[in-house]
């Protein structure tokens, strides 16, 4: 039997109203349904429920990832869903009164949140508005999963994995351009939910980066803005989407690292919003980024991967200011746009040069492209004028500091103006911990929200104690450790900052 043990009932209430399955239900019938909410928590490999049992209650995951599969008598396993936190599973089999047909294991350790299936069938049928919200999601679901084994056959191997990544973009509501997903598991259990073999789905991946359709940092793989367009006006244009008014259910980040529970293109809309300043936010990371990485590839350190990197960073920095661009904007925007525009030309032709004798002039043209990159960022916080935009600002703010922290320790360690980048690194730190304890604070009694900048907390104490700790006998592996730390942190700040972007959407 699973454990199950309480669960702080304000943090899991708070949780499920952020979800899909919750979206715009009365106060009243929330608190009726909820009442006898529990928590199980759940080792690797446990099972939630088998084939053949009755289903009493609805699953929500909190945290972790649920597995449904079904195994074969020939011993293959087929994989249908893998559900991620703010996703349900089990409401299906509630209503249609039917045993589990597929069974649901937990792919690693993993906190659901179990909601009483009588209670929410009652709920259900007295409040017509939230039965209709229940039909939409199960309609949406088996339509979706229709479509995907009438379709799946006739596609190749290379558009299966980009119909499964654009899936995962669409649900994780990332905004602007190159939408982020994060791939949670294994290489070898997304291969078994697409129906591939690890191996081509490897394959798969490395020829949809070679074609420029998405680019691959570790876990993390950016899809490219035409490709998600593309997707999406074909959508539009779909016999289906003219014939059936069921939405698409838009649940929390599926196999990511972002939440938001309504529907938002994946390229940014013409009128500055809070993504925008999310965006504009990269911007001034990634000047600070591409600095770490040229110097990386000056000193040999990592420097095969810091080419690779550096070039992503430079086609994401040209794509978005492409984007930037088309958006609506006041005289100040434009000016500041045009600014950065000026000072990234100069910075991106110094980058072609070799050598660290080239640094200072490097270091100086990335910092021109920060000021003006930041400037810019300032524009859109007043022109979107937010109660969210200074929080959306101060998370992304974050990001470069980051980086400005990781270029400025392999300038220490390199021994040019060491004196210089300690004491920057000081005052770097300094904002840094203030603004992530401002952070926290805006958090309130919000779980998610907390469990995410837990996590961003967790990234930079393990680089300030790189900072600290790292003997300076061997420079290049303090350097690359610190690096690498600070790529961690960017990640996990990202989840913050798109929270921050997207809850004015999901409120």
């Known amino acids: 039997m699973n454990s199950v043990t309480d669960f702080p009932v304000n943090d899991a209430t708070a949780f499920l109203t952020q979800t899909e399955f919750f979206a715009g239900i009365d106060p009243e019938l929330f608190a009726q349904v909820t009442r006898d909410i529990q928590s199980r928590r ?140 994060k791939l949670v ?48 006006a074909y959508a539009a244009n779909a016999p289906q989407a003219q014939t059936v008014s069921v939405k698409i259910p838009t649940e929390g980040r599926s196999g990511c690292a972002i939440t938001a529970n309504t529907h938002a293109s994946a390229s940014l809309s013409q009128r500055p919003n809070l993504a925008t300043i999310n965006v504009a936010g990269r911007q001034r990371m990634l000047s600070q980024q591409i600095s770490k990485f040229w110097l990386m590839i000056q000193y040999g350190i990592s420097a095969r991967h810091a080419r690779t990197m550096m070039q992503r960073a430079i086609a994401a ?67 979107v004028n937010d109660n969210n935009a200074q929080l959306v600002n101060l998370a992304g703010r974050q990001r470069m500091l980051s980086q400005q922290i990781a270029k400025l320790y392999l300038l220490q360690q390199g021994g040019s103006g060491a004196q210089d980048s300690a004491a920057r690194i000081r005052c770097a730190r300094e904002e840094f911990s203030a603004a992530l304890r401002q952070l926290m604070q805006s958090s309130r009694d919000n779980p998610l929200l907390k469990q995410r900048l837990r996590s961003v907390s967790d990234q930079w104490s393990a680089m300030t104690d790189g900072l600290d700790h790292l003997s300076a006998d061997d420079a290049s592996k303090a350097a690359s450790q610190v690096s690498l730390c600070s790529e961690r942190v960017v990640r996990q700040l990202d989840n913050v900052v798109d929270f921050y972007a997207l809850a004015k959407k999901a409120a």
């Not at 709920?123 to 339509?143: N, P, Q």
């Not at 070679?210 to 999406?232: A, N, Q």
């Not at 006041?330 to 030309?345: C, E, F, V």
Request: hydrophobic share 40%.
């Open 42 to 181: 759940l080792h690797t490999d446990q099972v939630v429920c088998g084939v053949g049992e009755p289903a009493k209650q609805v699953f929500v995951v909190a945290s972790g990832l649920i597995k449904r599969a079904l195994m074969a008598e020939s011993g293959h396993e087929s994989v249908a869903d893998l559900v991620a936190p703010g996703q349900t599973f089990g409401e299906t089999e509630l209503f249609s009164r039917r045993p589990f047909a597929i069974s649901a294991v937990a792919v690693e350790p993993t906190v659901l949140l179990c909601l009483d299936g009588e209670l929410i069938r009652k709920a259900a049928e007295s409040d017509t508005r939230f039965g209709s919200h229940m039909i939409s999601l199960m309609a949406s679901g088996w339509l979706s999963s229709e479509s995907e084994r009438a379709v799946s056959p006739t596609r190749s191997s290379g558009e299966r994995v980009l119909d499964y990544l654009i899936d995962l973009a669409d649900k994780n509501k990332a905004a602007g351009w190159g939408s982020t997903v």
């Open 317 to 383: 920095f040209e794509q978005q200011m492409t984007n930037l661009g088309e958006l609506e904007s006041n005289d100040d925007i434009a000016q500041s746009l045009a600014a950065l525009r000026s000072a990234w030309h100069p910075y991106h032709t110094q980058l072609k040069s070799v050598g660290v004798a080239h640094a200072k002039k490097v270091l100086e043209l990335g910092e021109s492209v920060l000021q003006a990159a930041h400037k810019l960022t300032m524009n859109y916080v007043s022109y």
């Open 185 to 232: 598991t294994t290489k070898q259990l997304i291969a078994a939910r697409i129906g591939l073999t690890p191996e081509t789905f490897s394959r798969a991946l490395r020829q949809l980066s070679v074609e420029g359709k998405i680019l691959v940092d570790r876990r993390h793989v950016t899809l490219r803005e035409s490709v998600m367009s593309s997707r999406h």
